[in-house]
């Protein structure tokens, strides 16, 4: 029986097989044990993020559902829509004067209104206006609500807004309207 260099105690065979178990163990540590602990450490994260969600959602649940239960309900009614006409080519030059005053009533200062002469002379039966108009933007709801009434009113196409000096804004609107 040989003796290795740490003395008589451990043969160098036993002393090379207790160093190759050691190597295993430390692989097995390195290559095994470890990279699952990060693996469990993440899906700890990830569990605790989807038990933050849940909770979240059990506060949440009672709003949707009671947000749910309203949009079920029956809609308010919306503003009366009056029955649609159509105006007549001997109407259409007082469609300005009425805008303007339409605008003056909801505070706003128009600055031009000028119906589309090319669109008087299609085949489509509408006709485009185009206004521009100054003052608040609170003030544009109103003659908008306003301008929906007219029972010749077909659709807005454009609206155009625009901050000025000295406060307020600019409004440029292309308004269709229904024609004979």
């Known amino acids: ?24 163990i430390l692989v097995f540590l390195l290559f095994i044990i470890l990279p699952e602990q990060r693996l469990s450490a993440e899906l700890d994260q990830d569990i605790d993020g989807l038990k933050s969600r849940i909770e979240e959602q059990k506060v949440l649940s009672p709003v949707f559902k009671n947000l749910f239960e309203r949009s079920k309900a029956p809609a308010a009614k919306g503003m009366p829509v009056p029955p649609r006409t159509k105006v007549s080519r001997g ?10 005053d339409m605008a003056a009533a909801h505070r706003l200062n ?3 209104i000028v119906p589309e002469v090319n669109t008087l002379m299609d085949a489509s039966n509408r006709f485009l206006v185009r206004l521009t108009a100054a003052g608040q933007f609170t003030d544009l709801r109103g003659f908008l609500i306003d301008l929906g009434s007219l029972s010749f009113f077909d659709g807005i196409e454009e609206i155009d807004i625009r901050a000025v000096e000295g406060g307020g804004e600019e409004f440029g609107l292309k308004i269709w309207m229904a024609r004979e």
């Open 1 to 24: 029986m040989k003796t290795g260099k740490l003395g008589s105690l451990l043969p160098t065979q036993s002393l090379v097989l207790c160093m190759l178990c050691a190597a295993g």
């Open 91 to 100: 109407e259409i030059a007082g469609v300005p004067k009425r805008l303007q």
């Open 110 to 112: 128009v600055r031009e």
